[in-house]
T-cell receptor, first 112, second 114 residues
Framework: DVVMTQSPLSLPVTLGQPASISCRSS???????????LNWFQQRPGQSPRRLIY???NRDSGVPDRISGSGSGTDFTLKISRVEAEDVATYYC?????????FGQGTKLEIK | EVQLVESGGGLVQPGGSLRLSCAAS????????MTWVRQAPGKGLEWVSSIYDNGDSTYYADSVKGRFTISRDNSKNTLSLQMNTLRAEDTAIYYCATGRGTYWGRGTLVIVAS
């Protein structure tokens, strides 16, 4: 199975400052169709997960442009350019290239 | 508006069975792969199972393979998860989601305990 490793697992950030979360896969996530199925989800306390980014860098509808995804191969990053209070949540990456799909452990973002 | 509504959760004894359902509306159900994801109390997300839009292909996490069965009824816009031989470690909120997670339900809680 593909192992997804996120870091850090805890991320204290000052309001207005940037934040960055790393997600590394144990093998390439390039699908035979040429796509890379690496998605990012946000889960606020007490809520269902919400997809933010699909296929590495595509923002879902309603996601602010201060949130971005990048990466290739086995190394991926979620960035928030200026953290706001509404960003307090746990963030997960998931690979959807290889069965079984696998999530990272989650990164808990909190306000410092 | 897309809605996914899970039902069927509850308290069950170890070794017991439970069937979860997910009612979908606001989307062309038979054109969407569907997925179950679970979250144990205070833990992270775990992908459980997925099924292709026509139901021909199904996939399972190793932790549930041989015990859980995913299925769908495209005529009723319904996704199901039959869970047998339940264990304490299956205790979790079970979420229904479209294929790679565009839409999610609110989840249904399964507790496996004696």
């Amino acid at each position: 199975d593909v192992v997804m490793t996120q870091s850090p697992l805890s991320l204290p950030v000052t309001l207005g400052q940037p934040a960055s979360i790393s997600c590394r896969s144990s093998q390439s996530l390039v699908h035979r169709d040429g796509n890379i199925y690496l998605n990012w989800f946000q889960q606020r306390p007490g809520q269902s997960p919400r997809r933010l980014i699909y296929k590495v860098s595509n923002r879902d509808s309603g996601v602010p442009d201060r949130i971005s995804g990048s990466g290739s191969g086995t190394d991926f990053t979620l960035k928030i350019s200026r953290v706001e209070a509404e960003d307090v949540a746990t963030y997960y990456c998931i690979q959807g290239t290889h069965w079984p799909y696998t999530f990272g452990q989650g990164t808990k973002l909190e306000i410092k | 508006e897309v809605q996914l509504v899970e039902s069927g959760g509850g308290l069950v004894q170890p070794g017991g069975s439970l069937r979860l359902s997910c009612a979908a509306s606001g989307l062309t159900f038979n054109r969407n792969a569907m997925t179950w994801v679970r979250q144990a109390p205070g833990k992270g997300l775990e992908w459980v199972s997925s099924i292709y839009d026509n139901g021909d292909s199904t996939y399972y996490a190793d932790s549930v393979k041989g015990r859980f069965t995913i299925s769908r009824d495209n005529s009723k816009n319904t996704l199901s998860l039959q869970m047998n031989t339940l264990r304490a470690e299956d205790t979790a909120i079970y979420y229904c989601a479209t294929g790679r997670g565009t839409y999610w339900g609110r989840g249904t809680l399964v507790i496996v305990a004696s």
